[in-house]
Structures are given as structure tokens and as C-alpha cells.
């Protein structure tokens, strides 16, 4: 089975228009649709114009972890690279032959 990716849109009567001709024989096909990184972009932009309440991811009825599920953390970037985290996953893959 072959896949093609194909860039359209979704017209205001909600009809799927694509923007290129695709070579296929006639018969039946699956469509999946995810919005262009760009769209999806400027919609939240603008859903960020209207002031929302925060709200607490988790609710909990231990004083003690209250402040830390409130308070909002800063994600780790994906090509962080600790020196020591890598030391310790060599050691690791020594120790235990991986």
C-alpha cells in the first residue's frame, strides 16, 4: 500500500479541497486530516487573546505538594545534554552488558 500526502483545506461548507491533482485509480480511500502547524499556531494565538483563569493541573488534599502542582514548570528542551546523566547510562550499559 502507498501513502500520499497532499495539502488542502477545508473550505466554509466544510468540504475537503485539495490543492494539487493526484494520480490514483478511481475506488475508495482513507482520509486522516491534522491542521498545518501554522494554523494551529494562529488559533491558539487568538483563543490566547480572551484572559483565562488558571487553573491547577492536579487538585490535591496534601498541603505539603499544593505549591508544587500550582506553580508551572519549565520543560526540559528535547536536546538537552547533561554530562553526567550520559556518564551514568555508560556505566550502566557496562555494568549490566548492554
Known sequence: M???????KIDAT???VAF????MPPGDVEIIVWPV???VKLASESKSAIPETPQT??????????ALFERDAVPEPLDFDDPDKQ??????KEKHNL
Open 14 to 16: 466544510g468540504n475537503l
Open 37 to 39: 502547524a501554522d494554523a
Open 57 to 66: 493541573k492536579f487538585k490535591t488534599k496534601v498541603k505539603a505538594f499544593q
Open 20 to 23: 494539487e491533482p493526484l494520480d
Open 87 to 92: 556518564a551514568k547510562w555508560e556505566y550502566l
Open 2 to 8: 502507498q501513502a500520499y500526502k497532499l495539502r488542502g
